[in-house]
């Protein structure tokens, strides 16, 4: 949202208006504890500061939900329109790591509100009161469960519209994921909520409510340290594909969309969530293996003697030895050596037959080769997706698997591809680089996937 999109604009000038609308009967509501409302504001306020601690770093999202279970708490403790108040001081003042500043402020603020009215609104119509006493907790359970699945629901309809208008996520996959991935941590943070609302309401009163909130700021603390080692993953990653490029400048942003293209395939063939990530850390870094081969054979123009083809072709188990100690890579590790394999035997390095390729190496080979063929560089045209499409099709159980190819059709037919151009640098007209290393010349004969594949 850097540059806010008018419809954004419009989309979370109705947000606010909604969260108004929901907050707006607290105005003249009689026997309000309006103590408990500021005592409830101030705690999620605090917690929606952790990343301003030392001891937690910067890494920890104001967005990250930690600390829902005070909104939650709210909600089975407050009347709903009261409860919708709770998040909005915490929203305002929290955190934002990107601009524009205000407009994320306001956008969470309005965000949060109708979702904990919700809350409120189900845990009533289910039989919840609010006041909770500790023989009335088993029988709460319900109406708890009911409020925090509308606060889950609620909150992933305000995502999804976000998505749409502000980052111009399609319409048709704004919301695929979000709720089967909020869900059950919603659930999570309605019990710890119900918990400290029955705690609140006990005679050791609210002090004795925050001791549920410890095991929240453990788990944020953890969160903390794994997107730590996340974003140190990520500044691994593009580390090495930027020295590949620098070093490779023909096939500049070739890695990227090969992970894209990567994950696309993955996608249409209902691989875990958990596998994804690494997919696209393999399709990045099937080429980083370039790093081990000298400068002058990778952009040398004109054909490579038998020679400098057999060092090109090593760059497999360059790149293998290369990431061999990067533990989070995992299956990446494989697709990285085996990437040039073809189904019949005739790749290298090892010259592996069908299924004896490892799965994530026979989907890099087929999203390396249409990238190669549908990008523009300074030496050759891109060709059209349908006639590189073709051209996979035709090749299919020869050299690529026949399922990888079939998914490449199906994810492109639902969300299209754009084509890139890979090089910045101009070739003189008339004096065209001879070859893609490791390639066979350009010439007829040679299929296009073998011209151009990375």
């Known amino acids: 949202m850097t540059a806010l999109p008018r419809a954004a604009r419009v989309y979370i000038a109705g947000a606010v208006l909604s969260a108004a609308a929901c907050a707006a009967p607290a105005a003249w509501a009689a026997g309000v504890p309006w103590s408990t409302v500021l005592l409830l504001a101030a705690l999620y306020a605090v917690c929606e500061l952790p990343a301003r601690c030392r001891y937690l770093g910067d890494s920890v999202p104001v967005s990250a939900g930690s600390f829902f279970p005070v909104l939650l ?56 009161d609010h006041t909770l006493r500790a023989p009335d907790f088993p029988f709460a359970l319900l109406p708890a469960a009911g409020g925090a699945l509308a606060f889950c629901l609620v909150l992933t309809v305000l995502e999804g519209g976000i998505r749409v208008t502000a980052e111009r996520v399609p319409l048709r996959s704004a919301w695929r994921g979000l709720l089967p991935a909020s869900s059950a941590p919603h659930c999570v943070h309605g ?24 095991p929240m700021y453990i788990s944020c603390w953890i969160f903390a340290q794994y997107h730590r080692e996340r974003a140190a993953h990520q500044a691994t990653i593009r580390a090495l594909v930027q020295a590949v490029d620098i070093k490779d400048r023909y096939t500049r942003g070739h890695s990227e969309r090969v992970g894209r293209a990567s994950v696309l395939i993955a996608r249409e063939l209902s691989m875990e969530e958990g596998r994804l990530e ?85 989907v890099v080979a087929v999203a390396d080769a249409f990238d190669a063929m549908t ?42 591809w754009e084509t890139s151009v890979t090089s910045d640098e101009a070739m003189a007209v008339g004096a065209p680089r001879g070859q893609e290393p490791g390639e066979a010349p350009p010439g007829p004969v040679p299929p296009p996937w073998r011209v151009r594949a990375g």
Do not use: N
């Open 191 to 214: 019990l710890a909520g119900l918990m400290m609302a029955v705690l609140w309401s006990s005679p050791y009163g609210p002090v004795s409510a925050l001791f549920v909130l410890l």
């Open 375 to 416: 990008s523009t560089r300074s030496y050759s045209r891109a060709r059209p997706v349908p006639v590189a499409l073709a051209e996979l099709e035709r090749c299919a159980g020869t050299q690529f698997d026949p399922q990888m190819v079939r998914a490449l059709v199906r994810a492109l037919a639902r969300h299209g």
């Open 73 to 128: 708490a709210a909600a089975f403790l407050l009347p709903p329109a009261v409860a919708a108040l709770v998040p909005v001081p915490g929203a305002l003042l929290g955190r934002v790591d990107r601009p524009p500043a205000t407009a994320r402020r306001i956008w969470r603020a309005a965000q949060l509100a109708p979702p904990t009215w919700a809350a409120g609104q189900v845990y009533l119509l289910l039989g919840g």
């Open 278 to 362: 690494v997919l696209r850390f393999a399709g990045i870094l099937h080429d980083v293996g370039k790093l081990g081969v000298p400068t002058r054979v990778l952009r040398k123009d004109g054909p490579l003697t038998p020679q400098e083809r057999r060092v090109i072709e090593l760059h497999p188990e360059y790149g293998h030895e290369m990431v061999r100690g990067i533990g989070f890579l995992g299956e990446a590790r494989a697709a990285i050596l085996h990437h040039h394999e073809r189904m019949d035997g005739s790749g290298y390095p090892y010259g592996l037959v069908g299924s004896q390729i490892p799965e994530f190496a026979r």
